[in-house]
């Protein structure tokens, strides 16, 4: 495992479980990638990560990370998670979520998030009662 990547996962963890956007986008590659996989598409660069950072934790604004499981390499890191907190339209969030994260030069070059899909898609349904 490599120190540096680990100290830079806690670093960028850090900045996600604060919900600060632009603390996130500086530990980006200017030229990074954020692909959230739920059949959106991928936001490039800096700019457009901050927007789908800031996106994200609108439609959850008390949104909480508790990780399940952390893989740590010389230039990478894969980190299993469990989301949860209360979605914009009144949704439990209860979801799996797993990023792959390539590292270069000690910032994050690319983040692939994959989400248990269904469970987001339930969240931020209108509940039955206020529909």
């Known amino acids: 495992m490599s120190d540096a990547t680990k100290d830079l996962f806690e670093r960028y963890h850090a900045c996600w479980a604060d919900r600060d956007p632009d603390r996130i986008v500086e530990l ?3 030229d990074s990638i954020f692909h959230l996989h739920s059949g959106g598409k991928p936001a490039h660069g800096r700019a457009e990560i901050r927007t789908a950072a800031a996106e994200t934790f609108a ?3 008390d949104l909480t990370f508790t990780m399940v499981d952390l893989r740590v390499g010389d ?10 907190g209360t979605s914009v339209t009144g949704g439990a969030v209860d ?6 994260v390539l590292v ?3 910032a994050v070059r690319e983040k692939h998030t994959y989400v248990d899909g269904v469970a987001m898609q339930a969240a931020l349904s209108v509940p039955a009662e206020t529909a």
């Open 28 to 30: 980006h590659t200017p």
């Open 59 to 61: 439609l959850v604004p």
């Open 75 to 84: 230039d990478f890191w894969v980190v299993q998670w469990k989301l949860s």
């Open 95 to 100: 979801v799996d979520i797993a990023d792959v």
């Open 104 to 106: 270069e030069d000690g």
